[in-house]
Each structure stands twice: as C-alpha cells, then as structure tokens.
C-alpha cells in the first residue's frame, strides 16, 4: 500500500511564498515521476508542475518563473517553492506520483494521489 503524505499549505499575502512538500511511503519499488496540481472552486485540476526521476522539470506558464520544484530521491520526497504568490493561485494543490510497486519481476505502476492542501492567497 502506498501513501502521499502532503504538507505545507496554508493563508499567505499576494507577493508571499510558500513551500509544499509531499512524501511517498509504503511498499515502493521505484517513484518515477512526481508532480503537483492544483483545483480553484469550480475548475478542473490541472498540472502546476513535474519533475521526473532523472531531474527534467515541467511547469504551467502561469507559474514559470515563480514556481520551482525539486526532489529527494532518498526519501520518495518532491517540493514545490512558490514564491511571489498572487490570488489566482488559491486552490487546493494535490501531489501526484507515478509509481512502480511489487517485487522483481511482477512489476507494476500505478497513478497516486494525495489528500490535498488548501493554498490560499489574499490580497
């Protein structure tokens, strides 16, 4: 069983900043890549940002620039650094990782998700 443990939400002022984190634990093979999306109230989920195993990075325009993402490898963790926050960014962000689990060589990957975190930006 696997498990996506987020934390790091919260209630910042346009021009703030913010870091999530998100943790995979559970019977892990390998967690190939990670990422966050985020829901505002009445819109659909979509990609903030990605980053694969080896490192390459992907990011919504609305974010480049403000935006990074990073991981650790060692211990099944991704973070997303928000800097200069504004309101449109208020939404739930959710942390997603694909994941290879089982034993060698019934191998298999699987989508995850996480409970989600409230980020809200006033202003």
């Known amino acids: 069983q696997v498990q996506l443990v987020e934390s790091g939400g919260g209630l910042v002022q346009a021009g703030g900043s913010l870091r999530l984190s998100c943790a995979a634990s559970?019977?892990?093979?390998?967690?190939?890549?990670m990422g966050w999306y985020r829901q505002a109230p009445g819109k659909q989920r979509d990609l903030v940002a990605a980053?694969?195993?080896?490192?390459?990075?992907n990011f919504a325009d609305s974010v480049k620039g403000r935006f990074t993402i990073a991981r650790d490898n060692a211990k099944n963790t991704v973070y997303l650094q928000m800097n200069s926050l504004k309101p449109e960014d208020t939404a739930v962000y959710y942390c997603?990782?694909?994941?290879?689990?089982?034993?060698?060589?019934?191998?298999?990957?699987?989508?995850?998700w996480g409970q989600g975190t409230q980020v809200t930006v006033s202003s």
């Open positions: 997603n990782a694909d994941i290879t689990i089982g034993d060698w060589p019934r191998l298999r990957r699987n989508d995850y």
């Open positions: 559970g019977s892990i093979f390998r967690v190939n890549t």
């Open positions: 980053i694969t195993s080896g490192g390459s990075t």
